[in-house]
């Protein structure tokens, strides 16, 4: 009897056991399982200035029952706004956006966010982590609608000329002008010395003094602030009328009727650049006059009034261009101006114009500069002395000619172009036998000079234009004296 309680009991036991198994399987297949890939995030080095940070976890139910969060807790200055309002379904996933707020921090950091729900009876845990960098400072920042100002024409018994440049702080931070220095004792600066709020303006006054300065000018000011680039360069210019007694000393030359400060003009310019030179002229002629230019070539402009009464004092313009212009060396042309006083006397004189047309240097990299050609002239001066003219046969003018050598060398890296070498005098003849030079290669520069040619006394310049970025016009002076 015993025996088959035991086995009744055992087989009691058995299904008991049975049904626990069964009824707990049961169960736990119908549970929902909370599961997040990456629970931490790591928000690396983030700027207070840029406001709260955004993450978004993706949460996804693994189990086998509807995922319900009912809260989310997080940490002081993390904020969860954000999260699935409807049960996630098996299988599926649904988004938890959490905000931090880096404001009034600075350092490392990690927050926690406690999300509950009915897959764990304690909260799944979120992590979000990284640095909040100090807040920077505001910058102040110097900002001017145009650093250049044009006087245009100012009379010198005018004396001073004034303008006020207006300076506006751009920036988040006050601006602060420290110094203004002027380039040269001409102008006397001024400054708002209060530091210039975000947004507000200041001045920069500059007065030009004209006084015993006729002529076209162009002068900087640079100006000392706390801002990051340190220093702005302001730029004034105009031209200045002189007073009458200033014209004699200034008047210097003469081209025909016309007195004019210097009377041949001199350019240097690469490929796309522009120069313009201006001078006073004034009609001596005691009557009025007429005035015209012609043969004037496409990269010459030439300004001149075309009438000067007498006594009258204007200025005259030639500009030089390189655009379109592919050539390299010297160029020497002549402009014809041609003056016709109110009685019909006719004039036509020329006014040299020379250009060095080199180079455009502005683009060479500081390895390309050191690896340059480098023009190396072995004199820079050659004086013939005094050159005696032979009368040659039956008393005839002889044709044999004084000459000198230089030698050109190549010290340099790269291969150095003698683009010319040329004399605004034809009586100067100039030779030279290589126009293109290897490193360390030398070429030989041979000047003749007619002594029959020099008059009383010979002083001009040989130019030499080449590629040397150092010095890429060079003179050599050639003089010589005439014997009797």
């Known amino acids: 009897m015993t025996k088959k309680v035991k086995t009744v009991h055992g087989f009691t036991v058995f299904l008991l056991n049975c049904f626990l198994l069964s009824g707990f399987q049961g169960w736990s297949q119908n549970k929902p399982v909370i599961t997040v890939d990456q629970p931490v995030h790591d928000f690396g080095s983030i700027q207070e200035k840029d406001g709260e940070a955004a993450h978004t976890f993706v949460v996804k139910n693994t189990g086998n029952a509807p995922l319900t969060i009912s809260q989310i807790v997080a940490s002081r200055d993390c904020t969860a706004p ?83 440049f207006r300076v506006k702080n751009t920036g988040t931070a006050p601006l602060v002008i420290s110094h203004v220095q002027s380039s040269c004792g001409c102008m006397e600066p001024e400054w708002t010395k ?113 009438q000067l009464k007498s006594g009258a004092v204007e200025r005259f313009k030639i500009t030089a261009s390189g655009n379109g212009v592919d050539v390299k060396g010297r160029v020497l042309h002549l402009l014809e101006w041609k003056m016709v006083t109110a009685s019909g006397k006719t004039r036509i004189e020329t006014i040299p114009v020379a250009i060095n ?47 000198r050598q230089i030698t050109v060398t190549n010290t340099g890296q790269s291969p150095l172009a003698l683009h010319s070498a040329t004399c605004d005098d034809p009586k100067l003849l100039i030779d030279i036998d290589k126009k293109t030079l290897q490193p360390t290669e030398s070429a030989t520069l041979t000047v003749s000079l007619k002594p029959a040619d020099v008059r009383q006394s010979f002083a001009k310049d040989i130019i030499i234009i080449c590629n040397d970025h150092r010095g890429p016009v060079r003179n050599i002076g050639i003089y010589a004296e005439r014997g009797k």
């Open 82 to 164: 954000q999260w699935p309002e409807k049960p996630i379904e098996a299988g599926q996933t649904g988004n938890i956006r959490v905000l931090f707020n880096p404001a009034g921090q600075s350092g490392a950091f990690e927050k926690t966010i406690h999300i509950y729900s009915d897959a764990l009876p304690e909260p799944y845990m979120l992590t979000v982590k990284g640095n909040v960098s100090s807040k920077p400072e505001g910058e102040p920042v110097f900002t001017i609608d145009d650093p250049v100002f044009d006087f245009g024409f100012i009379n010198e018994e005018d004396i001073d000329a004034i303008h006020v």
């Open 194 to 306: 209060d530091p210039i709020a975000p947004g507000k303006m200041g001045d920069v006054v500059i007065t030009y003094v004209a006084k015993n300065r006729p002529g076209p000018f162009a002068k900087n000011i640079t100006v000392y602030t706390n801002e990051k680039k340190f220093r702005q360069r302001l730029t004034i210019k105009g031209d200045v009328i002189p007073v009458e007694r200033n014209l004699t000393k200034a008047l210097s030359d003469t081209i025909g009727i016309i007195q004019i400060e210097y009377k041949s003009f001199t350019f240097t310019l690469h490929n796309g650049q522009e120069q313009t030179q201006s001078v006073w002229i004034k009609n001596f002629s005691g009557e009025d006059a007429t005035l015209s230019l012609s043969n004037i070539p496409p990269f010459l402009a030439a300004e001149a009034p075309g």
């Open 357 to 403: 047309f080199v180079d455009d240097f502005s683009k060479m990299t500081a390895a390309e500069k050191q690896s340059g050609a480098e023009m190396q002239l072995s004199e820079e001066k050659i004086d013939f002395g005094i050159l005696k003219a032979s009368r040659g046969f039956l008393g005839l003018g002889s044709n044999k000619k004084a000459s």
